[in-house]
């Protein structure tokens, strides 16, 4: 969700964006972000630069979301905000809103983002949740995934009121390969995410295996088999502003 498109190893080993902004992925004054520091300024690639931290971050699905969703919507989609709040390599239990949790400030920062983000007149439409993979890569977690992205969204959601917030999951396609793989639960995660889906309402779920998939490739290795490249995180971003628009576009 963060992007890793156009990431790739520099001649010394090390992950740097390769600077390249494809059309469907420039800046746009109708298209803002909300920065690290939670002020609005026009969208630029890549989005979560500063957001997604100790990362390196390339093209993702938000600005090609944003463009589509504007092509789309026409006059009625106004000024887009996108409130970009993606960590690379996450399990869902570190986004646990319990105060246990060493890693409660993902969730804190998450609402205070969503909230921060409405005091200028904005209106928060909807999440995108595409994560898992980390998850998927341990049987234990995996099979914990779909209590633990229940829990999370009906958290946000108490922690939000009175505001209508439909979640649009992106059902994983794929585990972190570079994690113990020998011990991964794909198919559990997208039960898991099925399953969430039919037990809790406004929950719209689209398949990333139906996505033209091509990986981004690192050198040294054949495949990444996490990170999508450029495309098809643009493909992943038009289609979630079609679902959007099918499902809730009359409510703009």
């Not at 931290?53 to 504007?70: L, M, Y």
């Not at 986004?95 to 005091?119: C, H």
């Amino acid at each position: 969700m963060a992007g890793r498109g156009g990431v790739e190893n520099n001649t010394e080993g090390n992950l740097v964006w390769d600077g390249k902004v494809p059309l469907d992925c420039q800046s746009d004054p109708s298209i803002l972000r909300l920065n690290p520091e939670r002020q609005w300024e026009i969208a630029h690639e890549p989005l979560h630069l500063g957001i997604d931290i100790g990362k390196t971050p390339g093209i993702g699905p938000g600005i090609a979301f944003a463009h589509e969703f504007i092509a789309k919507a026409g006059q009625k989609a106004g000024v887009v905000g996108l409130v970009p709040c993606a960590r690379g390599g996450t399990l869902i239990e570190q986004w646990s809103k319990n105060p246990s949790n060493t890693s409660a400030t993902f969730y804190q920062n998450f609402i205070e983002r969503i909230k921060t983000s409405e005091k200028e007149g904005g209106v928060v439409r909807a999440l995108f949740w595409y994560q898992g993979e980390s998850d998927a890569a341990m049987s234990d977690t995996a099979h914990r995934y779909k209590d633990n992205l229940k829990k999370f969204i009906t958290d946000i959601r108490n922690d939000i009121k009175p505001r209508f917030l439909p979640v649009i999951i992106v059902k994983i396609s794929m585990y972190d390969f570079f994690m113990k793989h020998d011990t991964h639960d794909l198919p559990a995660v997208r039960a898991a995410e099925d399953a969430v889906q039919k037990e809790l309402p406004d929950i719209i779920t689209i398949d990333s295996w139906e996505l033209p998939i091509n990986f981004t490739t690192y050198e040294g290795f054949s495949w990444d088999h996490g990170h999508f490249n450029s495309a098809t995180e643009i493909a992943l971003g038009k289609w979630l502003a079609d679902t959007y628009l099918a499902h809730y576009g009359h409510l703009l």
